[in-house]
């Protein structure tokens, strides 16, 4: 424990030693994407406390009075298509806000609190709508050639308890405090995850929040070409593990058995050594491969997915770092193998929860469309440094996925 803690010291200081070095004022940039200056702290605990429907109608009211051109489009329920989906109790509709060409063929989809008590990334939704309403050579590009459908708060019921829902084999949906550790996602008494169930076999064992939701997006708006979800770290205790750990980007891809059997049998580079041999290796091209990331290098979707970690990066913002992993690395007994990462906070999700038996949100998209999904955890930072964060990610996912920028 005690060297553990002394490493993990190490690394934070070797981090910000890095971070720092990147002098990029954020509160008065705007990217021609992204509008960073529209962060602001006191607006930010405003909008946190408000109840749902307060939330959506300030945000109504900032498009209204401003003529922007979003679109709020309510989700429509399940079974009678005619109405609009509400919650029970409360009555709460599901709005998502749509901005951009109706005919383009980039249909891209942004998630915020997926999990309630995850309200942050409403916020960073709302940023990220006003901001690609600003004029701008590169907004007016990218409202041109795609199709945006952004949904603030997947789950309005969690965001107003501040809790996550769970769902059971019946379909019936039941909100919970956060658990405590990370089997939360697997099994709570036979209730799973509400965004482990979107896969579910079974149509009638999914809620009919989540099947109104699914419906909405491959048949009224889609089905999506890009699913991004933004997520943050809140579980108790997590800011011991992940405190001030940056971004990290969960890239759902599902591979064949036999290529999945590979990259489970393969390594990753973290340390300086094998970081220095893997890239001398290239000299030898008859050396035996044993780095994950060597495998899977060419790979369209990793390539995007590194080209938007290197985007952020370059803006300074603080990414994973495989801090984390590193730190798991030095332990004496090795355990299970967590998750598989490919280079510095990109982690391939995929082929482990497929052997889980998990299927999140944008596995479901990526699985029904063929799309690329996309999910981030942002950990325990300041708010404003999360919704630099999740807004960084979504510049960047923008910039690669439908101007074809690329960054090394
Ligand atoms: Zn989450």
């Not at 940039?29 to 607006?43: C, K, R, T």
């Not at 099947?211 to 699913?227: C, D, N, V």
């Not at 990414?319 to 690395?329: I, L």
């Not at 497929?354 to 469309?369: F, N, R, T």
């Amino acid at each position: 424990m005690k060297f553990k803690n002394w490493l993990t010291r190490k690394l934070d200081k070797k981090i910000d030693r890095i971070v720092n070095r990147f002098k990029l004022n954020l509160s008065t940039y705007d990217s021609g994407v992204i509008d960073y200056s529209l962060v602001n702290q006191p607006e930010i605990n405003r909008l946190k406390e408000i109840p749902y429907p307060e939330f959506i109608e300030r945000v109504a009211k900032i498009v209204q009075e401003n003529n922007l051109p979003i679109k709020f489009v309510p989700v429509k329920d399940f079974d009678n298509p005619d109405r609009d989906f509400k919650t029970q109790p409360l009555g709460y509709r599901i709005y998502t806000l749509e901005l951009g060409n109706p005919s383009a063929s980039n249909k891209i989809v942004i998630e915020g609190t997926c999990h309630g008590g995850e309200r942050i990334h409403s916020i960073t939704c709302i940023l990220v709508a006003l901001s690609l309403c600003k004029e701008g050579a590169l907004r007016e590009k990218i409202l041109q050639k795609s199709h945006i459908s952004i949904l603030p708060a997947a789950d309005p019921l969690g965001w107003q308890k501040k809790t996550r829902a769970y769902v059971n084999m019946r379909g019936d949906e039941t909100r919970n405090p956060v658990v405590v550790n990370m089997q939360h996602i697997r099994n709570l008494f036979g209730w799973s995850d509400a965004n482990a169930v979107f896969g579910r076999n079974l149509e009638e064992a999914k809620s009919p929040r989540i099947r109104a939701i699914e419906k909405h997006f491959m048949e009224q708006f889609g089905p999506p070409t890009l699913y991004n979800s933004l997520h943050e770290t809140v579980m108790f205790g997590s800011h011991l593990f992940y405190g001030n750990a940056g971004i990290m980007i969960l890239i759902h891809h599902y591979f064949p058995e036999q290529v999945r059997d590979i990259i489970f049998s393969l390594r990753y580079a973290l340390t300086r050594g094998e970081k220095i041999e893997k890239a001398l290796r290239k000299f030898n091209p008859l050396a035996e491969l044993k780095y994950t990331e060597e495998y899977l290098e060419y790979h369209p979707a990793f390539e995007k997915a590194k080209s938007i970690r290197n985007y952020i990066k370059r803006m300074g913002i603080r990414t994973f770092e495989d801090k984390f992993f590193r730190v798991e690395r030095e332990f004496p007994v090795p355990g299970p193998k967590s998750e598989i990462t490919i280079a510095e906070s990109l982690l391939i999700t995929g082929p482990l929860y497929v052997k889980a038996g998990i299927v999140l949100a944008p596995d479901y998209y990526e699985k029904m469309s063929g799309c690329v999904g996309q999910t981030i955890e942002t950990f325990s930072q300041s708010e404003s440094e999360r919704i630099i964060q999740g807004a960084a990610f979504i510049d960047g996912s923008l910039r690669c996925e439908v101007l074809g920028e690329y960054y090394e």
